[in-house]
């Protein structure tokens, strides 16, 4: 009896070991419950890629990326800065209803009660891991809800002559890589590099630099002081200063290029390439000029609002290239449906899946809302139209482009082509209605003394902003 009742304990402790260790093993990415591998380079412009027409030669390794993967020509950011177009991305929803952005002075953080991709696929087991380099997407500002604690891997300075540069973060999403190769992961990995200040590596310097640049680094541009100088209007670099100062863009952006070459690399040598969804975008764009202005924050127009984005998976996706305009509100729809997981009821975008499997898509209106530096501007998107509304001191004014025939946004059709204005005005309106009901105002968000010093480097306090909001 005794040894029959020491057999049966024998085998309970089997069970409870087997259920243990069936709950603790680590659950593996399959090709159709891939890992999501997240690539989002800040201020990339969409038309640096040569896949996207750039002939000078930038990006070989976004190219190959693109020419094995579903490629998107027409896909827009919501907003034309960083931590409300990421809000955007991680909550599919636009500024107007997440409520994260604001303005220099008055912040707001994303609340922590959205529902972000992080956290729908976090809650389906997924490993969730984040390498950012800026502030307004880490924790202080919610971001980063969803992300597992211990691979929250922030790293923050006030220009990018001292971040952690394009070789240190591929080599931190290594890490990732090698500590979660056997779970199914979901990581975001972020490169700051083409954000001012300007400073290429000397290879990329030598090689896509102004000749006169070539060689040492006399020239330098896009220090956080000059862009504060530049706002308000106390610093007047000349036109040829813009293009040397495109030139050093470039080299960041062919930098970046090769770093994340290297990253696919080891993707590839890890054995994970075909167990493994990988998605290229930005945040927003970079203007040099484009409309008498430069860097970002400030507009609607798509230089700064016309991103990069690619799907690849090898095995399961076919190479494809869509035209239709899509936003990046898009992008949490679809990488849940992709691999299996629940999507929030709160995700506005759509799942994109059809089109990466070929088939065609119909166009939906597409907004974008913030400024940086100022009341925010808005603006409405159909495959032809564009309509950008901003209501500043001088009271309302509408302009109006042909999206399809006049990409670059050089003239003006707000006075001439009367109908598509007020039809497009009259949307936004009826939007901005739906979307004030369903607004969340993000909480303002309280600088550390230490963030504080950091802003106060940067020019974003200081003067009558000195009390650091
Ligand atoms: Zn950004």
Redesign the pocket.
């Known amino acids: 009896m005794r040894r029959r009742l020491g057999f049966v304990a024998v085998l309970a402790l089997a069970a409870l070991v087997a259920t243990w260790w069936w709950r603790s093993r680590p659950r593996s990415a399959t090709e159709s419950a891939p890992n999501v591998l997240l690539i989002a380079v ?2 990339l412009r969409a038309d640096r890629l040569g896949s996207l027409g750039n002939a000078r030669g930038l990006t070989p390794n976004l190219d190959r990326l693109a020419a094995n993967g579903a490629l998107y020509s027409r896909a827009y950011s919501h907003a034309p ?2 931590l409300p ?2 809000a955007s991305m991680f909550t599919s929803q636009v500024p107007q209803e997440h409520g994260a952005g604001g303005r220099v002075g008055d912040f707001r953080g994303l609340a922590a009660a959205h529902d972000t991709l992080a956290e729908r696929f976090q809650s389906a087991g997924y490993a969730t891991g984040a390498i950012v380099n ?1 502030d ?1 997407l880490g924790r202080s500002y919610g971001l980063m809800q969803g992300f597992d604690a211990g691979e929250i891997d922030e790293r923050f300075y006030d220009d990018n002559a001292r971040l952690r540069d394009a070789r240190e973060t591929t080599d931190a999403a290594l890490g990732y890589l090698d500590r979660h190769r056997d779970e199914a992961f979901l990581l975001l990995a972020h490169y700051f590099d083409p ?1 001012a200040r300007y400073a290429p590596p000397p290879e990329y310097r030598a090689r896509f630099a102004d000749p006169r640049d070539q060689q040492g680094s006399a020239f330098d541009f896009g220090a956080r002081e000059q862009v504060v100088l530049w706002r308000a209007r106390k610093l007047q670099p000349s036109v040829d200063d813009f293009q040397r100062a495109e030139k050093l863009y470039d080299a960041e952006v062919a930098y970046t290029d090769a770093e994340i070459g290297r990253l696919l690399a080891g993707l590839e040598a890890r054995g994970l390439a075909r167990k493994t969804l990988v998605v290229l975008v930005a ?2 764009g970079e203007e040099f000029l484009d409309h008498g202005d430069w860097e ?1 924050g400030h507009s609607l127009y798509d230089e700064l609002l016309h991103v990069p984005l690619v799907f690849s998976q090898p095995g399961r996706l076919a190479p494809t290239r869509v035209d239709v305009p899509v936003g990046t509100i898009d992008l949490a729809p679809t990488l849940c449906a992709w691999c299996g997981v629940a999507p929030a009821a709160t995700f506005r975008g759509r799942d994109l899946g059809p089109s990466l499997a070929g088939a065609s898509l119909s166009p939906t209106p597409l907004l974008a809302f913030g400024n940086f530096w100022g009341p925010p501007l808005e603006s409405v998107r159909e495959p032809e139209w564009k309509l950008i509304e901003s209501t500043m001191s001088a009271g309302r004014t509408l302009q109006l482009f042909r999206a399809d025939e006049d990409p670059r946004e050089l003239r003006d059709r707000a006075n001439s082509d009367v109908d598509a204005r007020d039809r497009l005005s009259s949307d936004l309106a009826l939007l901005r209605r739906v979307l004030a009901a369903r607004a969340r105002v993000g909480p303002p968000v309280r600088p550390t003394a230490d963030e504080r010093e950091r802003l106060r480097g940067m020019g974003y306090v200081g003067g009558e902003d000195d009390d650091g909001r």
Do not use: A, K, N, P
């Open positions: 800040d201020t800065w960083t177009s990421f800026v307004f954000h945040d927003h970002h």
